[in-house]
T-cell receptor, first 110, second 115 residues
């Protein structure tokens, strides 16, 4: 699949802070997905984006599908300790497969 | 609601031994099914996907194989494990759609350690 560049690779954040991570691709996608993975568990879907320019929220999480269809970002507002984990972006074009970013590891300082 | 289960959750196997990881999906029919592998601290690599019974597509050359004997059952196998087969294996499913928008849902994962 296409290579996705996800950044930052890791981040330490202060509880209560707003944080942002993003994914970029050299190719366009029709779908962008954001997942969170806790240690030893499977990734859990956070937000799905199906339309260029779409902005979608899920509680304290907000994600946007870039207008160029080559990027997406995820914002977490007012971080709390349970936000710790690895966040993955994934893009899909027109087949059954997803291309995943390498992940952003989030650690919260209490 | 749909659920996905895979087992065993943890497995320690000697080099050269066989492998069988099983995955079942409930609450849906005709799903797309997937096997991913995640090396420690790394992203997810698609190994196999299936759009129907007996239909398997392999993404990377490897020591593993997959089978789909029933609509909602997906099995990952190996005849002889290698040390490099160690990792976290994830089964996943999505609704069958003609166009994109196939949100993929993951199982709990299976830790395989080859010793």
């Amino acid at each position: 699949g296409q290579q996705l560049n996800q950044s930052p690779q890791s981040m330490f954040i202060q509880e209560g802070e707003d944080v942002s991570m993003n994914c970029t691709s050299s190719s366009i996608f029709n779908t962008w997905l954001w997942y969170k993975q806790d240690p030893g568990e499977g990734p859990v879907l956070l937000i799905a984006l199906y339309k260029a320019g779409e902005l979608t929220s899920n509680g304290r999480l907000t994600a946007q599908f870039g207008i160029t269809r080559k990027d997406s970002f995820l914002n977490i507002s007012a971080s709390i300790p349970s936000d710790v984990g690895i966040y993955f972006c994934a893009g899909q074009l027109d087949d059954y497969k997803l291309s995943f970013g390498a992940g952003t590891t989030v650690t919260v300082r209490a | 609601s749909q659920t996905i289960h895979q087992w065993p959750a943890t497995l320690v196997q000697p080099v050269g031994s066989p492998l069988s990881l099983e995955c079942t999906v409930e609450g849906t029919s005709n799903p797309n099914l997937y096997w991913y592998r995640q090396a420690a601290g790394r992203g997810l690599q698609l190994l196999f996907y299936s759009v129907g019974i007996g239909q398997i597509s392999s993404e990377v050359p490897q020591n593993l194989s997959a089978s789909r004997p029933q609509d909602r059952q997906f099995i990952l196998s190996s005849k002889k494990l290698l040390l490099s087969d160690s990792g976290f294996y994830l089964c996943a499913w999505s609704v069958r759609k003609v166009r994109s928008g196939n949100t993929i849902y993951f199982g709990e994962g299976s830790w395989l350690t080859v010793v």
